[in-house]
C-alpha cells in the first residue's frame, strides 16, 4: 500500500470517528422531553412535596406573613426536578389545590454548571414558569378565612389517594401549617365540658383504624412536619397531650412527624 493510500485510509478513519462522536454526541446529549402543563420529565415520577395550608381558623397577618415566608423557604429548598404544590383546607372543609399550582422545579440560575447552560437564561425560564406562578397562587393562598369543621386527618387521607401523591410517588412529603384543632365527625378536640382533652377524644388507633377503613393504607411512608399555629388557650394542649395524640395517630399509620413553629 503506498503513502497515499495509506493517508487516505486514515483519513477516513479519522471521518468515521469524527462522525461516530457526533452521532453519540447526539443521542447523548438530546435535551430530556418535559411536559409542558408540570415542568416534570416526562415518564419520570418525582419526589413530591406537598405544602398544606390549613384555613378553617383565622390566623393574623403577621402569621400570614410568616407562612407566606416559610412557603418561599420550601421552594428554594427543592432539588431540581422535585415537585411542589400547595394545597389549602378550605373555609368548606374541603382540600383545594390552590391555583393548581403543581409544579416541578425546573432548575435556578445558581443550580445550573454555566459551562453547559446559560445560567441567565435559566434564571428567566425558572421566574417565568415556577417563580412567578407561585406567587399568584400565595396571593390567595395566604388569606385568612374561617370555618366551622376542620377535618385534617381526613384531607390528608384524601390527598393520598390522589394519583400525583399516592403510594407509588418516591419521596413524599408533607408541610402541613396548622394549629392541628380536628374537629370532624371522626373525632374532636372541642368539648372542654366533658373532660380533659385525653378523656374526650377517642384512641388513637381507633382514629387511625377508621383512616385505613376509609381511605386505604396509602400515608403509609409519608413525612409530614408540621408548623404548628398557636392559638390563645390551647397553647398547653398544643404542646403536649395534643401533639402526643397526633404522634401516636401518625405512627400507627405509617407516617414520620416532626414538628416546628412558624
Known sequence: MSGRDLIGFFNLIIVAAILGGISYAAFVLTPDEYDNDTLCLVGATPPHRVVVIDKTDLYSPQQAGSIEGLILRERDGLDVGERMSLYELNESGQLRNTNRFSLCNPGAGEQVNPLYRNPDRVQARYEALFADPLDRALADLILP?????????????????????????????????????????????????????????????????????????????????IRLIPRERWEADQRGPLRAYWDDVFDRLGMRARWSGI
Open 145 to 225: 378565612k374561617n370555618a366551622p369543621n376542620s377535618p385534617i386527618i381526613e384531607a390528608l387521607a384524601r390527598l393520598s389517594q390522589e394519583p400525583v401523591f399516592d403510594e407509588t410517588v418516591p419521596g413524599r412529603r408533607i408541610v402541613l401549617v396548622s394549629d392541628m384543632l380536628q374537629n370532624s365527625e371522626i373525632f374532636s378536640v372541642y368539648g372542654r365540658s366533658r373532660g380533659d382533652l385525653a378523656q374526650r377524644l377517642p384512641s388513637a388507633a381507633s382514629v387511625a383504624n377508621a383512616i385505613r377503613d376509609t381511605y386505604g393504607d396509602n400515608l403509609r411512608g409519608v413525612e409530614i412536619e
